[in-house]
Every structure is written in structure tokens, then in C-alpha cells.
Nanobody, 121 residues
Framework: QVNLAESGGGLVLPGGSLRLSCSAPGNIFSRNAMGWYRQAPGKQREVVATISSGGETDYSDFAKDRFTISRDNAKTMVYLQMNSLRPEDTAVYYC???????????????WGQGTQVTVSS
């Protein structure tokens, strides 16, 4: 089994910041890309950001210039620093182990419980 554990969510005002954390098993973490996804009420789960095993990053348009994904291979942790948060960022955030095909990443079905992010005035 592959267990992913997210933490760091909470309630923040618009414009605020949160740092999400995800722990993953070291045997798979070291060789795989990782990503953050989110799912808002009534919406499909969508990718937020990805980071390769070598540290290359990519972001969805809504996350560019506001969010930063990073990883610590020694600690087998992946992080998502979120700044300038907006109400539309409200969602459950999940981390994922990724595989690539034809220039795109896809998540393995290793979803944890996620962490709730609520941005409200």
C-alpha cells in the first residue's frame, strides 16, 4: 500500500497564505514526480502543480505566480506554498504520485484524505 498524508490546510482571509505538506513513502517518492491536486465542491479534481524527481516544476494557470511546489527528497516530503489566496482557491487539496506519458502527468490512484483549504472574507 502507498499512503499519502496531507496537512497544513485551514481557514484564511483572501490574500492570506498557507503551506501544505505531504509525506510519502521513500521508495516511490525518490523516483517519481509528485503533484498537488484540488477538488472544490461540485467540481472535478484538477491539477494545481507538479514537480519532477529532479525538481522541475509546472503550474496550472491559476497557480502561476502565487503557488510554489517543492520537495525534500531526504525527508520524502512535498510542499505547496500558497500566497495571495482567493475564495475560488477553496477546495480539498491532495498530493499525488505521478507518472508521465506523451508530455503529460497522470496521478496514480493513491489518494489520501486531503487537507481542507477555505478562503473566506
Amino acid at each position: 500500500q502507498v499512503n499519502l498524508a496531507e496537512s497544513g490546510g485551514g481557514l484564511v482571509l483572501p490574500g492570506g497564505s498557507l503551506r501544505l505538506s505531504c509525506s510519502a513513502p521513500g521508495n516511490i517518492f525518490s523516483r517519481n514526480a509528485m503533484g498537488w491536486y484540488r477538488q472544490a465542491p461540485g467540481k472535478q479534481r484538477e491539477v494545481v502543480a507538479t514537480i519532477s524527481s529532479g525538481g522541475e516544476t509546472d503550474y496550472s494557470d491559476f497557480a502561476k505566480d502565487r503557488f510554489t511546489i517543492s520537495r525534500d527528497n531526504a525527508k520524502t516530503m512535498v510542499y505547496l506554498q500558497m500566497n495571495s489566496l482567493r475564495p475560488e482557491d477553496t477546495a480539498v487539496y491532495y498530493c499525488a504520485v505521478l507518472w508521465g506519458n506523451r508530455g503529460r502527468y497522470f496521478p496514480y490512484d493513491y489518494w489520501g484524505q486531503g487537507t481542507q483549504v477555505t478562503v473566506s472574507s
